[in-house]
């Protein structure tokens, strides 16, 4: 799911509370656990003749202790009745596939869970899809020659709100930054992108394994990824729009299909090969589905939050700072109480403690009413417009306005490769540190009843230097650019 509303829809209605002047990127292997059985406990072993052949193929993300070897998570999937798509050692994480029903109960349903199969038990539909579709269905490249070459560069209010074009008279990124956009796929072909867009470091990840052939990362049926990728590094050629690090490079990774849905193997794949490839930024602008995982509970939602979860952690270890998106849920996020995460809403992306995670703001700096919030979850605050003040961004075959968290986040990431850009040697830790540490602070509002029916639409707790709405303030990329400029190194 795609956290993005189109300018003319209505608003759609996301930890331990930690008050503090810094994020710290926490691993969450001890936070995080699934209460599976020890490997040694063998699965019941499944005559292989006697498993399924003739039922539909259904994926599966498998979840093992870690430092389980491959050739043991292989055994135990095929004793299961299933065939091993990939396997990432680093975090214990397998896909699979298997025709037979048995699969889960064969391996536990705390090793074992498929979205698609709750997807179909369910009954969801492409009617039901996540992501709003382009029209016609099918998407073709766009043609250069048919984009508008006027300079809309005035209308991109989020931009003055963040001092981005003061930012960018000191830096405007740096090709070998690379921010990965975990997304439905770029358009190469835009005019706004084509000089960006890092064909060697993208890869389409709908499977659950990379696979870095152009077909596979290009957008089939929706624009949103492109929308995203523009506020991050739009050309800055005088026409159009510009993104916030115009000179950064982008990778596309296809993580949404064409049903709208991002399944959590897609993501794990997306992240792991950010981790692999050595990506700088990570951008998630959408809530793992089906549903949004996000205030339910269930022990095979614990699967996915377990592997998603290791996946963030492992690229974070790997020198990548990964930034998402609240929801368009309009709901609180925070624990429930200090130190329980288990009772409250949860949405992943967005509640690992390992993503920096950003709120929208409208154009009068006010949480949007759409946007999900959470005191210890929300970290920083960015533009997402409300109707009809949107985003303006690159779209298949031009520009869109877009209101949403998703068109938040990439203003941050966008920051975040400005950061790298002007120091180089800076881990995740300390962009993030720079980011969260340079923004506006913004207060909670004493009144927040937008819709004048005399009721609040949400609760913010907290105080001007850090509360639930605005996490630690608007981010402001001047200031974090200079801050960089002037913040040591780490060893």
């Given at each position: 799911m795609a956290l993005a509303r189109l300018s003319t829809c209505a608003p759609r209605a996301i930890g331990t509370v930690v008050i503090s002047a810094t994020i710290t990127l926490a691993p969450l292997s001890t936070a995080v656990g699934v209460s599976a059985d020890p490997l040694s406990t063998p699965a019941p072993a499944a005559d292989r003749a006697a498993c399924a052949s003739s039922g539909e193929t259904?994926?599966?993300?498998?979840?093992?202790?870690?430092?389980?070897?491959?050739?043991?998570?292989?055994?135990?999937?095929?004793?299961?009745?299933?065939?091993?798509?990939?396997?990432?050692?680093?975090?214990a994480v397998a896909v699979a596939n298997s025709r037979d029903a048995g699969f889960t109960e064969r391996l536990g349903d705390a090793r074992s869970f498929s979205a698609q199969q709750r997807r179909?038990?369910?009954?969801?539909?492409?009617?039901?899809?996540?992501?709003?579709?382009?029209?016609?269905s099918t998407l073709a490249p766009t043609d250069p020659e048919v984009v508008p070459s006027?300079?809309?560069?005035?209308?991109?209010?989020?931009?003055?709100?963040?001092?981005?074009?003061?930012?960018r008279s000191v830096s405007a990124g740096d090709p070998d930054v690379v921010v990965g956009v975990l997304d439905s796929g770029i358009d190469a072909a835009h005019p706004e992108l084509a000089e960006a867009v890092r064909a060697d470091l993208s890869a389409g990840c709908l499977s659950g394994k990379p696979d870095p052939t152009a077909e596979s990362w290009s957008?089939?049926?929706?624009?949103?990824?492109?929308?995203?990728?523009?506020?991050?590094?739009?050309?800055?050629?005088?026409?159009?729009?510009?993104?916030?690090?115009?000179?950064?490079?982008?990778?596309?990774?296809?993580?949404?299909?064409?049903?709208?849905?991002?399944?959590?193997?897609?993501?794990?794949c997306g992240l792991?090969?950010?981790?692999?490839?050595?990506?700088?930024?990570?951008?998630?602008?959408?809530?793992?589905?089906?549903?949004?995982?996000?205030c339910v509970s269930g022990t095979e939602l614990?699967?996915?939050?377990?592997?998603?979860?290791?996946?963030?952690?492992?690229?974070?270890?790997?020198?990548?700072?990964?930034?998402?998106?609240?929801?368009?849920?309009?709901?609180?996020?925070?624990?429930?109480?200090a130190g329980d995460q288990e009772d409250g809403c949860h949405a992943l992306p967005a509640s690992l403690r390992s993503m920096l995670t950003v709120s929208a703001v409208d154009s009068d700096e006010r949480k949007a009413t759409y946007s999900s919030y959470g005191l210890g979850v929300v970290s920083v605050a960015a533009p997402g417009g409300e109707a009809p003040r949107c985003v303006l961004s690159a779209a298949p075959g031009g520009y869109t306005r877009v209101c949403g968290t998703s068109m938040a986040a990439p203003y941050v990431s966008g920051v975040a490769a400005l950061v790298a850009?002007?120091?180089?040697?800076?881990?995740?830790?300390?962009?993030?540190?720079?980011?969260?540490?340079?923004?506006?602070?913004?207060?909670?509002?004493a009144d927040y009843d937008i819709s004048g029916d005399g009721k609040q639409e949400g609760y913010c707790s907290g105080y001007s230097g850090y509360n639930g709405f605005y996490g630690h303030g608007i981010v402001d990329a001047y200031a974090a650019v200079d801050d960089a400029d002037s913040a040591p190194s780490r060893e």
């Open positions: 259904v994926r599966h993300l498998v979840v093992f202790d870690e430092g389980t070897r491959e050739s043991d998570a292989t055994e135990r999937i095929e004793a299961a009745c299933g065939d091993s798509v990939t396997y990432y050692p680093e975090i179909d038990a369910s009954g969801s539909s492409a009617e039901s899809r996540r992501v709003p579709r382009a029209e016609p006027t300079d809309r560069s005035d209308e991109q209010w989020g931009m003055r709100m963040l001092e981005v074009p003061r930012a957008p089939s049926t929706s624009g949103h990824g492109t929308h995203v990728a523009g506020t991050i590094a739009a050309a800055e050629d005088g026409t159009g729009i510009t993104g916030v690090a115009p000179e950064a490079g982008i990778a596309s990774i296809k993580v949404i299909g064409d049903r709208g849905y991002a399944d959590p193997e897609a993501v794990v792991m090969w950010a981790a692999a490839n050595s990506l700088d930024v990570t951008n998630s602008s959408y809530v793992v589905d089906p549903g949004s995982l996000s614990d699967v996915a939050r377990e592997a998603i979860a290791r996946a963030a952690d492992h690229a974070t270890a790997e020198g990548t700072l990964n930034i998402a998106a609240t929801t368009n849920d309009g709901v609180n996020l925070s624990p429930t109480s850009s002007a120091n180089p040697d800076h881990g995740p830790e300390q962009i993030a540190g720079t980011l969260t540490s340079s923004t506006r602070n913004v207060p909670c509002p």
